[in-house]
């Protein structure tokens, strides 16, 4: 080999000793994250103005990179490992998951088709067929992973679209003067991912009908069959309802046994949106909130919310998986295989092609943690839930602004928009803690979601504590 040829990779030794310090770095940085801002302090461009304008032409050394990243890197991220990361819905990237992770990158595999790794095929399937049980969902819904709970449910739109009997959408399309008119429904508090798909499959915004919400946020079944009738007589065609198991704002939950009565009444396909909430219902206590759901054509939960899993998995169940093969289904030449209809090729199920080895992470952290495990930590969750609220009802100054029913609080104070924003402001600057707000009924509203594999009582009482002082 001549001296000039560049070696192909990094060794397997050099490889090992860098391996050991990145892990050590990651130990040391998930042992104590607190010690960090939670919300990141960098101004917009910082970042950008301290790389290179252009890529090295030369090899650079590990040590450059890993001093970049202590230096350039972290103070540009937001800790959403934070114990006390108390905005949008907390997640953790756990240990065990990260290792998966690791193993995903290292096999490198394409599950685009069976044969093009039959592990990853099979243990898809069965991991998802774990958290089918342990969600007590019925043994016909067939499991994939995606990447996010917005991708889920642009299939389960597109597979409701394909399931309309008198059109063959995946065939003819839908298209010109005579094209039907579809109606898609959903609550006026469904996440903007329900809006986004129906945008994505071509009903265009004004093919979304947004049904009103009762006073603790939940749709309001009749509304939603008044819709419906008033569609059907102006010449709409409805095909789908968009339900929601912990709405992203106050985690309200929809009554879906009544929209399943709906929706079978009508002949619509019903979607459930358990994003955030589906997690909790693997505690005996918790499982109503999924009553109804046996009934829907399919549904999204992600264990990247709140099971511990690292960003991005996201577990889609359709009852008729033959109807979304129907619509995504499409195999060159080059993909064809003998194996047939004896074995699942995950590329039939879905927009992509090549797929990221992304159950190996999810099935380490069940077996990990054990059921018993992962329902302790979310039953804590909801204890520590609870308690904030507890805290917060408690003080004069605030006030509760819906239901808690898992471990997500909504509450303002007292007072103006202005100074529920101030708090806000002011309680992020600290660095110690970071919350979110929405609105509710036109009204600023803070969010403080527990969630977190490493936050405790402790952080749950020091994130009050800042919140009273941020109160003034
Ligand atoms: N659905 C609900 C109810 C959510 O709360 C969210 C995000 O918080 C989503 C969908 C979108 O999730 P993802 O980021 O996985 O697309």
Redesign the pocket.
């Given at each position: 080999m001549s001296e000039s040829r560049p070696t192909p990779d990094m060794s397997p030794e050099e490889f090992r000793e860098w391996g050991h310090k990145f892990v050590d770095w990651v130990a040391d940085y998930l042992g104590h994250p607190e010690r960090y801002p939670v919300l990141s302090r960098v101004e917009p461009g910082s970042i950008h103005r301290q790389l290179p304008p252009s890529p090295p032409q030369k090899p650079e050394p590990i040590e450059a990179m890993l001093h970049d990243i202590d230096k350039i890197v972290m103070p540009g991220i937001t800790h959403w490992n934070h114990p006390a990361f108390f905005a949008?819905?907390a997640v953790t990237g756990s240990f065990p998951g990260i290792l998966g992770e690791l193993l995903s990158a290292a096999f490198n595999v394409n599950g685009m088709l069976w044969r093009t790794s039959p592990a990853f095929t099979e243990l898809e399937e069965h991991v998802l067929d774990w958290l089918r049980q342990m969600l007590g969902l019925p043994k016909e819904f067939m499991g994939v992973v995606y990447d996010?709970?917005?991708t889920s449910t642009f299939h389960a739109l597109a597979a409701a679209r394909e399931a309309i009997p008198e059109y063959n959408v995946s065939e003819e399309g839908i298209a010109g003067p005579d094209a039907p008119r579809l109606r898609m429904y959903t609550s006026t508090h469904a996440?903007s991912?329900v809006d986004k798909a129906a945008m994505a499959i071509g009903l265009g915004r004004r093919g979304i009908v947004k049904i009103d919400v009762d006073g603790k946020f939940q749709m309001d079944p009749h509304s939603l069959e008044t819709a419906i009738k008033k569609d059907q007589s102006e010449g709409y065609r409805p095909f789908c309802v968009t339900a929601?198991v912990?709405?992203?704002s106050t985690t309200s939950i929809d009554p879906v046994s009544r929209i399943a009565d709906i929706c079978e009444k009508y002949k619509l396909w019903l979607h459930v949106?358990a994003?955030?909430a589906g997690a909790a219902a693997i505690l005996p206590e918790m499982r109503w909130i999924l009553n109804g759901t046996e009934r829907a054509d399919s549904f999204v939960m992600?264990p990247h919310k709140w099971l511990f899993t690292p960003i991005d998995f996201?577990a889609f169940y359709c009852r008729r998986p033959d109807v979304l093969k129907r619509a995504f289904s499409l195999t060159p030449e080059y993909l064809k295989t003998a194996e047939g209809d004896k074995v699942t090729n995950y590329m039939d199920y879905g927009i992509q092609l090549g797929r990221r080895f992304r159950s190996i992470k999810f099935w380490m952290v069940v077996r990990y943690f054990g059921v018993e495990g992962l329902q302790e930590r979310i039953r804590e969750h909801i204890r520590l839930g609870k308690l904030f609220a507890s805290f917060v009802e408690a003080d004069k100054r605030f006030e509760i602004m819906a239901p808690y029913p898992f471990s997500t609080v909504c509450f303002r104070l007292r007072s103006d928009d202005a100074s529920n924003q101030r708090l806000i402001d002011k309680s992020n600057a600290t660095g110690k803690i970071f919350i979110s707000h929405t609105k509710l009924n036109d009204r600023l509203t803070i969010r403080f979601p527990i969630g977190n594999l490493r936050t405790t009582e402790e952080h749950v009482r020091m994130a009050w504590d800042v919140i009273q002082k941020s109160a003034g």
């Open positions: 949008y819905f996010t709970a917005s996440h991912s929601t912990g709405t992203t949106d994003a955030y992600n996201s």
